[in-house]
């Protein structure tokens, strides 16, 4: 089995139900194919870079999971043809990564740059 993660981009105008439904159809093609879906991460709605079809906005769910490759290629190919997916990235994830969120660090202010910029100076 090999670690995967799919990153879905679904219509902005869909209700919960028929996202949930998307989200249900590719977990039961996954556990199907022999494999195990891990996590299921809803992003929320986020704007685009650029439009597509016409839409500013997608909702993006982050999908992880082990399968075989046939089982991920069948997942593909089901994504493609759903017309509420608008984009989907499939990736395999390095050997060791984390199953969790990453905590993201604070950003330091300006000042507090400067301060340590200035020890170090000293230094």
């Known amino acids: 089995m090999i670690d995967y993660e799919i990153l879905l981009l679904l219509d ?3 209700a919960e139900e028929p996202q949930a439904e998307v989200i249900t159809r590719v977990r039961e093609l996954i556990e ?4 195990s879906f891990t996590r299921h991460d809803v992003w929320g ?12 906005d997608g909702n ?3 999908l992880l999971f082990s399968a075989r490759p046939q089982t991920l290629d069948e997942v593909s190919r089901v994504l493609k043809i759903d017309d509420n997916v608008m984009r989907h990235l499939a990736t395999r994830r ?3 990564s984390p199953a969790g969120p990453l905590p993201v ?13 200035a ?3 000293e230094d």
């Open 12 to 14: 902005p105008d869909l």
């Open 32 to 35: 199907k194919g022999g494999g």
């Open 45 to 56: 709605k986020r704007k685009l870079a650029y439009e597509i079809d016409k839409k500013a």
């Open 60 to 62: 993006y769910h982050l």
């Open 94 to 96: 390095p050997e060791g």
């Open 105 to 117: 660090a604070v950003p330091m202010s300006h000042d507090a740059v400067v301060d340590d910029l």
């Open 119 to 121: 020890e170090e100076d």
